[in-house]
């Protein structure tokens, strides 16, 4: 295992749940502490059945109920041993005298550490298949938006496309109109020259008006 939270429980004297077995080596004994919380791990489903939807997903206590995780009647769960283990009267103590401490006071109210352990393990592997369910929601959020952009860059770059062409088409109309104009008012010119030089013949003042300048050409078109 890699979770080494056991150890506090799991010494040279405990190695079941009771007095160190006779006979035995300090290092034989940790063994077999070890592997009887091996054996209490392994009876545990890894992955956790959720019996509905958690909708509070920072509330671990949500998260246990919904994976079915109650109390047992004695009420000694891992998270009540947790809080014995910071009292005020014993947290300033050694790890030993801490856990022997919490041990004794186990024994007294009839309950068994690896009942306490098997509550650990069922908590600890409700929350990593709950981390895999929020981890996998995240993936499906991710990909649908990221699915939701590129149709929305698509859509945009299409919108921009068609406004830039109207922009276009109406810059090309307006080049149009000014083209014809200036054409018209060359031609214009022209012929009000041509009536100014017929009436000069005739009179001290020629009342026919000219434009001044030639037309300006129309700008090139962008």
């Known amino acids: 295992m890699n979770k080494k939270w056991y150890n506090m429980f799991v010494s040279v004297d405990q190695a079941s749940g009771g007095e160190a077995e006779a006979g ?8 077999s502490a070890a592997q009887a919380v ?6 545990i489903p890894q992955v956790t059945r959720f019996s509905g939807p958690v909708g509070t997903p920072t509330s671990f206590e ?6 079915e995780i109650l109390p047992p009647q004695h009420g000694y769960t891992i998270m009540k041993v947790a809080e014995m283990l910071q009292s005020e009267h014993i947290r300033g103590l050694p790890a030993e005298v801490r856990r022997s401490s919490v041990l004794v006071a186990l024994e007294a109210a009839g309950v068994k550490i690896q009942e306490v352990i098997e509550d650990a393990v069922k ?15 995240l993936h499906e ?7 939701e952009n590129r149709k ?10 068609e406004y830039r062409s109207r922009i276009q088409a109406n810059e090309d109309a307006v080049a149009k109109e000014k083209e014809r104009f200036y054409g018209w008012r060359l031609q214009k010119q022209q012929e ?5 030089d ?17 037309a300006p050409p129309p700008p090139p078109k962008t």
């Open 24 to 31: 035995k080596s300090p290092a034989d004994q940790v063994a």
């Open 38 to 43: 091996s054996d209490i791990a392994a009876s």
């Open 62 to 67: 949500e998260i246990y109920k919904s994976a």
């Open 123 to 137: 908590r600890d592997r409700a929350l990593d298949t709950y981390e895999r369910v929020l981890e996998k929601s």
């Open 141 to 147: 959020t991710e990909a649908a938006k990221a699915e």
């Open 152 to 161: 929305t860059q698509a859509e945009m770059e299409r919108m921009v496309a």
């Open 192 to 196: 009000e020259k041509k009536i100014a």
């Open 198 to 214: 017929a009436v000069g013949y005739f009179v001290s003042e020629n009342p026919i008006t000219t434009s001044g300048s030639p």
